[in-house]
């Protein structure tokens, strides 16, 4: 009996090396030596995946150890642009205010105090009425231009007539009249210190928000400095940048139902995290109602994504097209998409899907050649990066290095006007020779074991 069971084992571990050929595994090259790599997760790996959140992919070091690694969403990049602009800066002249009376105290030779009141002369008045006056600690910028933009901060570039260090405040009004005030900033602290080795400068005042048309400063202590420049620091109009890769479907299965909807179905290839599908038309003028579906395998029920109008009218320069849905994240393989219009021939002729990568990072334990590898029969989520949180902040932003790519397996080029056979699939020669003989020494051993027992 013995003898039957290590035969038995035999066949299991020739039956389990065969199917371990199932696992698809790529070569990293890394072009300079470091603790850690960083790279996006190419096309190729999503083809071979059998789960959505790339489950199953491991990093193996030489010797087939796995390394501690961590999978992120390629995440959305927001661009912005800056523009600086300088401010004119000037004052508003006052008039001076006449009083009508004032209440005067005289002391006489003998120590007594005398209080009396004077009466301002209209010749005085009419005089003192005539002269203006500009307010010292009080200034006013011109930022007419910026109307309808959005201010970030006010950069001042101040000099005081004696050389120190200085800590002061400072009152920022808004308008948009001249006449109509707006408190902003009630103190805004602004600093001047030289310690000698380094000089410590705050001269921004925050203002985030819509550009008034003028600015109104009010210096709320003594020296006022002299503004050499007062610079608007404007943000234009952001846009987001999406990592979105785009797929092109080349094949797909049309038909049109008794209802007479445009049915379109293809497989995508892979699990790749889609978020966008565009569809591909030449038919002007036209209009129609699209719902999408979508499966992780033939074998689930179809499920509805989104539904959405698409549409093509007008030509030339004022042609307004829309043949896109936007959808959440989805990484199932299969989809489909009913189209309905009142149109009898086919009239979509391609489909065009726009996904989100991963990055793959992980750290460089043990000797390289490192290498990726998918393995099919693992579903089980991967661990929390907690190896990752680990690291300092400081040193996660160093050590990581993107001088890694993944070498693609390169393949001969078929020769034109020749007709070859196709290559011999020799893991599956092996695994079903290997099955025949098991099955034939299944057959051997039962045998054998009959012909014991009627001993």
Do not use: C
Not at 31 to 37: D, G, H
Not at 130 to 149: I, M, P, V, W, Y
Not at 365 to 390: N, S, T
């Amino acid at each position: 009996m013995n003898k039957h069971a290590w035969s038995l084992a035999l066949v299991l571990v020739l039956g389990s090396s065969v199917a371990n050929d199932n696992i698809t595994e790529w070569l990293l090259v890394k072009r300079e030596p470091a603790a850690a790599f960083q790279l996006p997760i190419p096309a190729t790996v999503y083809e071979h995946s059998h789960h959505g959140e790339l489950r199953g992919l491991k990093v193996i070091n030489a010797v087939g150890d796995p390394v501690p690694l961590r999978l992120t969403l390629m995440e959305d990049e927001q661009q912005s642009s800056t523009a600086q602009i300088t401010l004119p800066v000037f004052q508003i002249n006052q008039s001076v205010q006449v009083p009508e009376r004032s209440q005067q105290t005289r002391t006489t030779w003998a120590g007594d105090a005398q209080s009396y009141q004077v009466t301002t002369t209209e010749t005085v008045k009419k005089y003192i009425q005539h002269q203006e006056k500009t307010a010292s600690n009080q200034l006013l910028f011109d930022a007419t231009d910026l109307r309808g933009g959005h201010l970030d901060h006010l950069l001042l570039d101040w000099q005081f007539d004696e050389p120190g260090n200085r800590v002061f405040t400072v009152w920022l009004e808004g308008s948009q009249d001249l006449l109509n005030w707006q408190t902003l900033k009630h103190q805004q602290k602004l600093v001047e210190v030289n310690t000698g080795s380094q000089v410590l400068l705050e001269n921004t005042v925050p203002i985030s928000g819509p550009a008034h048309g003028y600015y109104r400063m009010t210096f709320l202590q003594h020296p006022v400095p002299h503004l050499k420049k007062v610079t608007a620091v404007m943000t234009r109009k952001s846009h987001i940048k999406r990592p979105l890769q785009w797929r092109e479907i080349n094949t797909l299965a049309t038909e049109v139902t008794p209802e007479n909807t445009h049915r379109v179905t293809w497989d995508h290839g892979g699990h790749f995290p889609v978020e966008q599908v565009q569809v591909e038309f030449d038919y002007p003028n036209v209009f129609a109602e699209v719902v999408l579906f979508s499966r992780p395998n033939e074998k689930q029920s179809w499920r509805r994504l989104a539904s959405d109008r698409i549409y093509h009218v007008g030509q030339g320069e004022v042609a307004i097209k829309k043949n896109q849905l936007t959808i959440a994240s989805n990484t199932d393989r299969f989809w489909r998409m009913d189209i309905s219009a009142p149109i009898s021939s086919p009239w979509v002729h391609g489909v065009r899907l726009a996904w989100r990568g991963h990055w793959l990072e992980f750290l460089a334990q043990g000797k390289g050649p490192f290498k990726i590898q998918m393995h099919p029969g693992v579903l089980a989520p991967h661990p929390p990066p907690d190896w990752y949180h680990q690291i300092p902040q400081a040193l996660r932003d160093q050590m990581f290095s993107d001088k890694i790519a993944l070498q693609l397996p390169k393949f001969k080029p078929v020769a034109q006007n020749k007709e070859e056979s196709p290559p011999v699939a020799w893991h599956q020669v092996v695994f079903w020779l290997v099955l025949a003989a098991s099955l034939l020494f299944l057959f051997w051993m039962a045998k054998n074991l009959i012909k014991d027992s009627e001993k």
